[in-house]
């Protein structure tokens, strides 16, 4: 019989085991994406089907479709941007992830610069459900990860949930933002949150999306390509609470290198991982889940809100025993 220590640590591994295998079954739909978005592209008229085809089924499509196109799709589709918005969401939600709740949702953020953003939900099998992306953070991700300093409306499958509201509510465009839902009227995010809690009760000038930039330098130089982009995404976080400036890089098998900023909510449990925002973005451009190369996390004050374990915690899930690879910043 076995003693009660190694049993429990064989059932243990043959947990973590399954939760492996169930996440690679899940995400192992991926493969399906193209034949999906063909599908969905189908139901759009004529014109507006030859340009999204161009645009969303190119090899180099990472859901962001810039301010030329989007209004040349708008002319042909005979529609405002945010009935546009509101129109993309089902090419969006194609990108969803979800092994769990198996419900896809899909969200288009609308930038200033009038480019347009998509987000899908994300979850993860085998961690908690508060480690999951939802659509609405992966839009807003997408877009200040490409450059936007605010986002204009955001169009979602379904009114979008306290946690949202409240992580929407950082923004430096929060006071103008329109949440855009079908057969319903833009409706301000002051509407759906008020008497909101937000940076400004906490003495917080800057919003999430304002353009900050945190001169950095590793304690340890390296300049391993990996590594500096997680250096450069923790430089331009957003951690007015915590001070603790960090970005994850990782690297697909393939080559492909993305970064994710870390980026706080006053709120505290809306804020998003730096590594939540990296695969945010490995997943829209349409990298394999299950075959990450290199993961690399930059942080500079973990005593205050170390992103370690959160990271491995999830990085387990995705690709097994792959190692974090951890470094240092400090200011310049």
Not at 49 to 56: F, G
Not at 241 to 261: C, F, L, P, Q, T
């Amino acid at each position: 019989m076995l003693k009660p220590k190694i049993l429990f640590l064989t059932v243990l591994c043959l947990v973590l085991s399954i939760s492996v295998l169930a996440a690679g079954t899940a995400l192992a739909d991926q493969g399906d994406r193209r034949m999906q978005l063909e599908k969905a592209i189908g139901d759009f008229p004529g014109k507006a089907k030859a340009l999204l085809r161009s645009v969303v089924l190119d090899d180099g499509f990472i859901g962001i479709i810039d301010s030329a196109t989007a209004r040349e799709l708008s002319a042909r589709l005979g529609l405002g941007a945010n009935e546009t918005a509101l129109a993309l969401i089902t090419l969006a939600k194609v990108y969803a992830v979800p092994p769990i709740s198996n419900f896809q949702v899909g969200a288009v953020a609308v930038g200033l610069s009038g480019a347009m953003y998509f987000g899908c939900n994300m979850e993860f099998p085998g961690q908690a459900l508060s480690f999951s992306v939802h659509a609405e953070q992966a839009a807003t991700m997408n877009a200040w990860m490409h450059g936007e300093t605010g986002l204009r409306a955001i169009a979602i499958t379904a009114p979008p949930c306290g946690y949202c509201r409240q992580f929407l509510n950082e923004l430096a465009t929060a006071d103008d933002l329109e949440i855009l839902l079908r057969d319903a009227p833009p409706t301000p995010l002051r509407v759906l949150l008020p008497e909101a809690f937000g940076p400004t009760d906490l003495g917080m000038e800057l919003r999430l999306m304002d353009e900050s930039v945190q001169p950095l330098r590793l304690t340890t130089p390296s300049d391993d390509k990996v590594v500096l982009a997680a250096l450069a995404a923790a430089s331009t976080s957003y951690a007015p609470y915590s001070g603790n400036h960090a970005g994850v890089a990782i690297e697909s098998a393939k080559g492909v290198i993305v970064s994710g900023r870390y980026a706080e909510n006053a709120a505290y449990n809306p804020s998003m991982s730096p590594l939540a925002a990296a695969l945010v973005l490995y997943n829209f451009a349409n990298q394999d889940l299950r075959r990450i190369k290199r993961a690399v996390l930059v942080q500079t004050n973990p005593v205050s809100a170390n992103q370690r374990d959160a990271a491995k915690a999830v990085l387990f899930v995705l690709a097994g025993n792959l190692e974090l690879e951890e470094y240092a910043a400090v200011g310049e």
